[in-house]
């Protein structure tokens, strides 16, 4: 019983990270993206509980009471005061650190070090590091754009690096299950096409309960109708909580011996995996197309125009008023004026009023970007060549360097 409890905890959180990835590049309705990578942030901290106590119950011969929700309310009070101190603890050091890259390698440790504080005092640790996460975005500065520049680069190369790592385990994993099992694996594929089934029907009485409770304002909300109900049921995909959970079971008990069932539970999460993020990935385009599930891109246009436009509007105040700004010459003062008067036409991509004359004006960006990147690469190529020649510092060609690269990277598109 604890074993089948843990098994369950493994196969229910599904992932954001999977959801984004594949989701994301399908026309979808934003608020039912945002459901998607709303719902595996939390549902993530309630599985591990439900793990942690199914799996301690199994290594030492007990059972799993109602206990544990108390336990999880209890944990997750003090893993959210736990996250905002260590959320403001690391804003209050990195306003003293002026090393860019310390101020990034901070956003690294935070999370490891709030977690480990909160399995000490028995708190929920994944909870804990949701809301650091998310305190720290809310005290976000507007200055700070090289160190966002800095933290997104070196967290999509962590998540990528992350991910294959627990890829590759499991894989190492399904080999020694089926080595083990040999002929007998046959015998799961009835239970493991049981907990498929079971998997995306009882996500879909969730989803279709959750749409009979909206009421009068149903529309506004997700699900919306039984049509969001189905595609969000497609979109439960699972991913690295998943495997994380399958590669922590342990292999023994804890007098020693083999722990029963434990091959079948890596076999029933690989396959739970397999065929909530495979099949979705193929099939979602074809989905939203059969049922003609209508579009806010309009909508999202219309905001996107409106924060374009309120940027540019605060900009172009705060040139009138800046110091910096008066010092300038008259001329050099108006050439910056017209340049920030553009900036809503940047900021608002493709979502203009005329598609035609957007075609034309993201044509023309194209054309300058193109133009502007050929002179930067004209200007690294020199610099390049200036670290070979004698009596050049490569120190002072590397600073160069870096502020050419910044420059590209901050190119419009």
């Avoid at 549902?43 to 439900?50: E, F, G, K, R, T």
């Avoid at 804003?91 to 002026?98: D, K, S």
């Avoid at 069932?261 to 065929?275: E, I, K, P």
């Amino acid at each position: 019983m604890p074993l089948a409890i843990a098994l369950g905890a493994i196969v229910a959180p599904p992932d954001p990270v999977a959801v984004e990835a594949i989701a994301g590049n399908v026309r979808m309705r934003r608020r039912l993206l945002t459901v998607l990578q709303t719902e595996g942030l939390f549902n993530d901290a309630m599985a591990i509980v439900i793990f942690q106590a199914a799996v301690t119950a199994t290594v030492n011969g007990g059972g799993v009471g109602w206990d544990v929700a108390p336990r999880f309310l209890l944990g997750a009070a003090g893993a959210v005061l736990l996250g905002l101190a260590m959320a403001w603890l690391v804003g209050a050091l990195t306003r003293f650190v002026p090393n860019l890259v310390a101020r990034s390698a901070a956003t690294l440790v935070a999370p490891y070090t709030v977690y480990l504080l909160a399995d000490v005092v028995h708190c929920s640790g994944v909870v804990a590091v949701v809301v650091t996460a998310v305190e720290l975005g809310r005290r976000a500065r507007p200055q700070d754009s090289e160190e966002r520049l800095t933290r997104s680069a070196f967290w999509q190369v962590l998540e990528l690096l992350t991910t294959g790592v627990a890829f590759g385990l499991v894989g190492i994993e399904m080999r020694y299950v089926v080595e083990a099992e040999g002929p007998n694996l046959l015998t799961f594929v009835p239970g493991i096409t049981a907990i498929c089934a079971t998997v995306v029907l009882v996500r879909f009485v969730w989803m279709y309960a959750l749409y009979r409770m909206g009421g009068a304002e149903r529309r506004e909300r997700a699900p919306g109708s039984v049509r969001e109900v189905v595609v969000l049921t497609w979109c439960g995909m699972r991913g690295l909580a998943t495997l994380a959970l399958a590669l922590a079971l342990p292999s023994t008990l804890a007098d020693g011996s083999p722990t029963p069932g434990r091959n079948f539970v890596v076999a029933a999460a690989c396959s739970v995996l397999v065929f909530t993020l495979v099949l979705p990935g193929l099939t979602l385009p074809w989905l939203i197309r059969v049922l003609k599930l209508p579009d806010d891109h309009q909508a999202e246009g219309r905001a996107q125009r409106a924060l374009a436009h309120r940027a540019e509007r605060v900009a172009l105040e705060a040139m009138r008023t800046s110091p910096a700004a008066q010092k300038l010459p008259e001329g050099r003062r108006k050439a910056l004026t017209r340049r920030m008067s553009s900036l809503h036409t940047i900021l608002e991509a493709d979502y203009g009023e005329d598609p035609e004359k957007m075609r034309r004006l993201q044509a023309m960006l194209a054309v300058m970007d193109r133009a502007q990147r050929d002179a930067l690469d004209a200007a690294r190529g020199e610099m390049l060549a200036a670290r070979n020649e004698p009596g050049i510092d490569p120190e002072l060609v590397d600073r160069v360097l870096r502020r050419l690269d910044l420059r590209t990277v901050t190119l419009d598109r």
